[in-house]
C-alpha cells in the first residue's frame, strides 16, 4: 500500500475515534445538566424584590458568601457572571441571575423572581410588564448593520 493512503486510514480512525468518545462524553454531560435543572425547578421559589443593579463581574468581585466562592471550581472563579443586586424585603442581596434571562431582568423596578437558592431562573413584572431592554450591540454587530443599511440589504 501506498504509505499515503496508509496515513490517511491513520488519521480517519484517530477522528473515528476522538468522535466517538465526544459523543459519550457530551451524552453524560447533557444527563448531568438535566439532573440539575430538575433539582433547580424542586428548590425554586418565588419572591417580590427590587431589582437594583446588575453587571457582569468576576465572582470575587460580586459580594457573594464565602460558601459559594469554596464550591466554585478554581477555573471558574475568574469568569465573569451576570450579577443581579437586588433588596429582598429589608435585605439587600447578590444573586447569579440564569444567563437566558439576564438581558430581560429590568434595573430598578419590582419583579417577581423565580429563586432556587442564590441563582434566578425566572422573572416576572409585578406591576405592569417587564420591559425588555435592548441588548447592546457589539462592536462588529454594529459594523455589519452600518454596512448593511449603506447597502440597502435587510439587517440579520
Not at 1 to 19: D, H, R
Not at 95 to 118: H, L, M, N, Q, T
Not at 129 to 137: G, L, Y
Request: include cysteine; aromatic fraction near 4%.
Amino acid at each position: 500500500m501506498n504509505t499515503v493512503a496508509i496515513v490517511l486510514i491513520v488519521i480517519t480512525a484517530v477522528l473515528a475515534v476522538i468522535l466517538i468518545v465526544l459523543t459519550i462524553l457530551g451524552k453524560k454531560a447533557q444527563k448531568k445538566q438535566a439532573e440539575q435543572q430538575a433539582q433547580i425547578e424542586a428548590a425554586k421559589q418565588y419572591y417580590s424584590m427590587l431589582i437594583i443593579d446588575k453587571k457582569r463581574m468576576r465572582l470575587k468581585d460580586a459580594g457573594l458568601p464565602q460558601a459559594v466562592m469554596d464550591k466554585t471550581p478554581k477555573l471558574l472563579r475568574g469568569s465573569k457572571l451576570p450579577i443581579v443586586k437586588a433588596k429582598v424585603g429589608p435585605q439587600i442581596m447578590s444573586f447569579i441571575c440564569d444567563e437566558k434571562i439576564f438581558e430581560r431582568v429590568p434595573v430598578k423596578k419590582e419583579v417577581k423572581a423565580g429563586v432556587s437558592g442564590i441563582y434566578i431562573t425566572e422573572v416576572k413584572g409585578l406591576h405592569g410588564k417587564v420591559i425588555a431592554e435592548e441588548p447592546k450591540k457589539g462592536f462588529w454587530k454594529n459594523l455589519v448593520a452600518k454596512a448593511q443599511e449603506k447597502a440597502g440589504a435587510k439587517p440579520v
